[in-house]
T-cell receptor, first 112, second 116 residues
């Protein structure tokens, strides 16, 4: 039991729509990272938030954006959905001084 | 450029036997960490073991050990006494120091199947 939760579990959207995915960090963790995992691939880093500020970003377009709230929960927003955005989206929480990242169960997004 | 390579798309092992999953990495940063995660079909990434670049001894966690060969840039995972519940995808990952914002770079994964 890692304590990281994500919602929703599954989601189906249409191309061009917008989606918001949510992540609740493990208690006490002030850093949240988001990853995209396409089918058959390893996860790819989208961005990280530390104390409500973006603290590193991977090779994803600006239509991928995020927020971190004072309670350290986080949202991933994707605008103008494309078919290739279909993937498992994982969030991971951690303390900035520790090496381990604790992953949530993920949200499976399907874009049709 | 930082990169993780896992060359075994799939592996089979007999229950109770040991298995080694290969991982090589590439980085120019002298300070880095190496991780192994297990991903069952449910999707959640489960942390297994960690090795820091300055650690002198190979990491061990129960049935998991990491064979760290720094000069060869390899970080193979050894699972002893395989169990049916070990069947899953296994990912090797790397984190470069703390200046990169703590992002993990993952390999393509190895699917392990444990046979009864």
């Amino acid at each position: 039991e890692t304590g990281v939760t994500q919602s929703p579990t599954h989601l189906i959207k249409t191309r061009g729509q917008q989606v918001t995915l949510r992540c609740s960090s493990q208690s006490g963790h002030n850093t949240v990272s988001w990853y995209q995992q396409a089918l058959g691939q390893g996860p790819q880093f989208i961005f990280q938030y530390y104390r409500e500020e973006e603290n590193g970003r991977g090779n994803f377009p600006p239509r991928f954006s995020g927020l971190q709230f004072p309670n350290y929960s986080s949202e991933l927003n994707v605008n103008a959905l494309e078919l290739d955005d279909s993937a498992l989206y994982l969030c991971a929480s951690s303390l900035e001084t520790e090496y381990e990242q604790y992953f949530g169960p993920g949200t499976r997004l399907t874009v049709t | 450029a930082q990169k993780i390579t896992q060359t075994q798309p799939g592996m089979f092992v007999q229950e109770k036997e040991a298995v080694t999953l290969d991982c090589t990495y590439d980085t120019s940063d002298p300070s880095y960490g190496l991780f192994w995660y297990k991903q069952p079909s449910s999707g959640e990434m489960i942390f297994l073991i960690y090795q820091g670049s300055y650690d002198q001894q190979n990491a061990t966690e129960g049935r998991y050990s990491l064979n760290f060969q720094k000069a060869r840039k390899s970080a193979n995972l050894v699972i002893s006494a395989s169990q049916l519940g070990d069947s899953a995808m296994y990912f090797c990952a790397m984190r470069e120091g703390f200046s990169q914002g703590g992002k993990l770079i993952f390999g393509q994964g190895t699917e392990l199947s444990v046979k009864p």
